[in-house]
């Protein structure tokens, strides 16, 4: 009763054991999973800020240099002092300082309003279509033209800015079929803005600035901006059409939207014509090729499969450790059980070998046919006796491995000889004689004598 209970109690210990076991594994899973991915998600934050100030690097250089043709050039001349006049001549210099450090506007002109004639100034190797050829005897990087075919267009676009006493005018429309933006500035010859003293302006082709302007200003800004991460670029103009890069949306990921507007709108707020429409453009700057990010990637989804392996592992091998310690419980169940029956049938034939002793030894006359029962009763009592042994003994080999088979070399004669004698007294009772004979050259067969 005892075995059995300490073996119930082991029972139930090895399931507590199992099942706290599996939580701790549980939550030591949980542990890992949420440091793991804490850990990416910290890679990811720093990598996301970088991209946010590159794409905010990106915004101000591209910015600053769509406004400075604006702002540095037509700005920033004294255009309120009155024109001399071969001022065409003058702006020449002028012209050719904003054409080598601006690339984007392709025309600058000029107008002194009336019936004055207006004035083209373009680069000859840009020349627009709506220009006249250059004669080939002039060997200058500038093209001049007066009143070319566009003048009268921009002109009646500029003088509805002017009715409208307006320091600044800019259009979105088309010349020759071509899509253009055109900014000019405009000056007056008294305060109250009545009277028109001149126009001067630039004009942007947007389909160069399409294929060629983002291009060169990115691959400049672009490799500084970086903080020495690996990025995609992408330009998409307001249909989001990829214009340039490759237009990459995994995270880490980083937008900013610009107008497309080459001038600076917000110191001339009051002077820009109410109904402009602004376009706006996005840079996109992502950093999912970057080899910090997919060593990060790649480093926690590792962790993670190997903590997940290594506890799947310890699970396995707890459940069987649990198993085999069921299973040894009910081994040892079972041997507490069969070796309580063995103990109970041995005592039986036992019992029954010591009454029988006692009272022969009791009884000095016994009847013959009393005389004759008793040795029966004896003999198959010591045959039940002799078989449980035999069952014991057997099962005593299968479950101890350490009582294992003993093999000697033993002649075959001898084997006989020795299986003979056992069976002696049982053949003398019947009155039974057995005779062998065998060849000396028998090999010699391997026995265990103990079996």
């Known amino acids: 009763m005892k075995s059995d ?20 594994i549980a939550t030591l899973l949980a542990f890992g999973y949420r440091v793991t991915r804490e850990w990416q998600h910290g890679v990811a934050v720093r990598i996301t800020h970088q991209n946010e100030e590159s794409a905010d690097l990106i915004i101000k250089a591209i910015t600053r240099d769509m406004r400075g043709a604006q702002a540095r050039i037509l700005a920033n001349r004294d255009w309120d002092a009155p024109l001399p006049a071969g001022f065409a001549r003058d702006m020449t210099e002028q012209v050719a300082t904003t054409f080598a450090r601006y690339p984007y506007p392709e025309s600058l002109f000029t107008w002194r309003g009336g019936h004055q004639s207006m004035l083209f100034f373009s680069r000859t190797n840009r020349l627009p279509i709506w220009m006249p050829p250059q004669s080939p005897a002039v060997n200058s990087p500038i093209a001049l033209a007066v009143d070319p075919p566009v003048a009268e267009q921009v002109r009646q676009m500029v003088l509805s800015s002017v009715a409208a006493q307006m320091r600044y005018a800019i259009f979105n429309t088309e010349l020759a079929g071509v899509p253009y933006q055109i900014v000019t500035r405009i000056t007056y010859s008294d305060s109250l803005r009545e009277r028109l003293e001149s126009v ?5 082709n947007l389909d160069w600035i399409r294929k060629w302007y983002f291009t060169d200003i990115l691959s400049e800004v672009g490799p500084a901006a970086s903080g020495g ?48 429409t602004h376009v706006q453009w996005k840079i996109r700057v992502s950093a999912s090729r970057d080899p910090i990010w997919l060593s990060a990637k790649r480093r926690a989804d590792t962790t993670l499969v190997a903590t997940s392996f290594a506890v799947v592992l310890c699970g396995v091998s707890l459940m069987l450790a649990h198993k085999a310690v069921l299973s040894g419980a009910k081994v040892s169940e079972m041997r507490s059980r069969f070796v309580s029956s063995v103990t109970h049938e041995l005592k039986t034939p036992l019992a029954n070998i010591h009454a029988l002793a006692a009272t022969l030894a009791r009884q000095s006359q016994i009847p013959s046919e009393r005389f004759r029962e008793y040795p029966k009763l004896l003999m198959r009592e010591t045959n039940h ?10 099962y005593a080999r299968i479950t101890n491995m350490t009582e294992t088979y003993a093999f000697e070399p033993m002649a075959a004669a001898e084997l006989v000889d020795e299986a003979l004698k056992s069976f002696q007294p049982r053949l003398s009772e019947h009155g039974l004689r057995v005779h062998f004979e065998m060849s000396p050259d028998l090999p010699f067969v391997s026995v265990d004598q103990r079996a």
């Open 385 to 394: 006796l002799s078989r449980l042994i035999d069952n014991l003994l057997a």
């Open 5 to 24: 209970r300490f073996i119930g109690l082991a029972l139930r210990a090895s399931n507590l054991l199992t099942i706290f076991v599996f939580l701790g």
């Open 200 to 204: 001067s302006g630039f004009t942007v």
């Open 229 to 276: 991460l690996t990025q995609d670029i992408a330009l998409l103009d307001e249909n989001n059409r990829t214009i340039l890069g490759s237009n990459n949306i995994a995270p880490p990921m980083a937008e900013r939207t610009f107008p497309l507007l080459f001038m600076d709108s917000s110191d001339t707020a009051a002077d820009v014509p109410a109904d402009l």
